[in-house]
């Protein structure tokens, strides 16, 4: 006892030893242990998608890719899916509609199968909870239907229905064609107005 009292240095140097092998268990379970054994667990599963890198996932993979696109020129078509999503368009085409992948250490499963999205999105037994928004993200979108649950979703999504109903979506898509003809109206008007003026402008030029 006397010995162990004598020779605190030693005792702290010990406490310290064991403080910092704990420290390296822990951080190579969260590190490396947890995502490996998610990953692998996912895979029985039949679920696989780009491998874990070491503290940072698919997140510089993801970075580089995007940049990638954004570099290229953009051509006059509607898809734009792989200019906006580069990496789940390239990985859906490696991996399948569902796959793995990892912001930092957190596993994201993508699903972009439709009938599972469905399945998601109804969330009638409400096994699938929706993620807390951020503070800054409920000032700026409010109680909306994306972000609540419970008896508040399912207020908003009753009122939504009518808006969404096959009559209203039909009155929407003729009027906006109704107004998008307007403006091609308006437009052509514009146009002839332009040239007119440079027709006088010539004109005027020309007799001068």
Not at 65 to 88: G, T, Y
Request: contains cysteine; positive net charge; hydrophobic residues 40%.
């Amino acid at each position: 006892m006397m010995s162990w009292l004598a020779d605190p240095l030693t005792n702290f140097f010990s406490f310290l030893s064991v403080l910092l092998l704990l420290a390296l268990i822990k951080a190579f379970h969260k590190l490396w242990w947890t995502p490996t054994r998610i990953q692998n667990l996912m895979a029985v599963q039949g679920i696989h998608g780009p491998p874990y890198r070491l503290i940072y996932g698919n997140t510089k993979e993801i970075s580089n890719m995007q940049k990638e696109a954004m570099s290229r020129s953009i051509n006059l078509s509607h898809d734009i899916f792989p200019r906006v999503q580069p990496h789940i368009h390239s990985w859906t085409k490696s991996y399948g509609k569902n796959y793995l992948q990892w912001y930092g250490l957190r596993p994201i499963l993508v699903v972009t199968e439709p009938e599972l999205c469905r399945e998601i999105l109804n969330n009638k037994d409400g096994v699938f909870p929706k993620q807390k928004p951020s503070n800054f993200l409920k000032k700026l979108v409010g109680d909306c239907i994306s972000i609540t649950e419970g008896e508040k979703w399912a207020k908003l999504r009753k009122l939504s229905n009518h808006a969404f109903h096959g009559k209203s979506l039909t009155v929407s898509i003729e009027h906006n064609v109704h107004e998008g003809k307007n403006i091609e109206l308006l437009i052509s008007a514009l146009w002839y107005c332009v040239m007119f003026i440079r027709i006088r402008i010539l004109n005027l030029l020309i007799s001068a």
